[in-house]
């Protein structure tokens, strides 16, 4: 039995394929402008890494989820991405109660119970504020590589300069407008950085976040953000090895899940 999990967002493609219950493989792509293709080349990426014939017609069963997921074509069934990243979540981590995932273009705060259902969630959507792409505008204004290697330099601030702009366009200019003062770049980045925190903090503030919490997507490889979170959160967030793989996980789940029902 092979099923795969292919969860296509704004910024990447992943697919888990799962064989047996166990993990076989699983491939990380940027989306690119053919979703379509992405999809596709991410699965045969993963089934090439799981050592199998790079064919999508090899699985038994697929799950589609996120953005795109309409969009692909050799899916057997689509769910939404809240369900598989709250399935993902619990079959890594049974404990977690909480779930903050950061992507590209949006942030979700679940409430999840101890079979990894869904008790209460929020997501933003609409603003780039709270996500990866504020983070990549901000990256690309203060002369860093990338997203992920903010992170260590917004640990080594000792005074984070307050951005007090909720939209990313004003922010942007705010943080310009700071640099030609002077100010210290690793306090702009820690000000950047506790800044998304604060928001995604506001947005899921009608949650309960109780312990376990977990925090997955792209963004959680960023450590700065990870640090501002725990403390507007006031508790520490776990992250999964590969957090980007949570929502593809939880869809070959159930794919698994609806394969053994037939």
């Known amino acids: 039995m092979l099923v795969a999990g292919v969860d296509v967002g704004a910024a990447t493609a992943k697919t ?15 989306v690119g402008y053919d979703i379509k293709s992405a999809a596709d080349e991410t699965s045969r990426e ?26 692909i074509e050799f899916a057997d069934k689509t769910v939404s991405e809240i369900i598989c990243h709250a399935r993902g979540v619990h079959y890594l ?4 109660r909480f779930i903050i995932d950061m992507g590209g273009q949006d942030s979700k705060a679940i409430e999840i119970g101890e079979e990894g259902n869904i008790v209460d969630f929020v ?15 901000m990256a690309h204004i203060l002369h860093v590589a990338s997203m992920d290697a903010m992170g260590p330099l917004a640990l080594g601030s000792k005074e984070p300069c307050p951005i007090s702009s909720t939209c990313t366009v004003f922010a942007e200019t705010e943080v310009v407008v700071l640099r030609a003062r002077g100010k210290d770049r690793k306090d702009l980045i820690a000000g950047v950085h506790k800044a998304v925190a604060s928001r995604v903090a506001v947005m899921a503030a009608n949650l309960a976040c109780r312990p376990v919490a977990v925090f ?20 520490e967030f776990l992250v999964p090895e590969e957090p980007q793989i949570t929502g593809a996980l939880g869809a070959a789940l159930i794919a ?7």
Do not use: W
């Open 123 to 137: 997501m933003n959507d609409k603003c780039a504020a709270g996500t990866g792409r504020f983070l990549e505008v």
């Open 46 to 71: 993963a089934l090439r890494k799981a050592g199998l014939s790079p064919s999508t017609k090899n699985f038994d069963y697929v799950v589609s989820t996120g953005y795109a997921r309409e969009s």
């Open 16 to 30: 888990v394929i799962l064989g047996d219950g166990r993990i076989l493989g699983h491939a990380v792509n940027p």
């Open 216 to 235: 997955t997507g792209g963004v959680a490889k960023n450590a700065g953000v990870k640090k501002y979170l725990e403390e507007e959160f006031k508790t």
């Open 256 to 262: 698994q899940a609806q394969l053994l029902r037939k």
């Open 93 to 96: 981590i049974p404990s977690a």
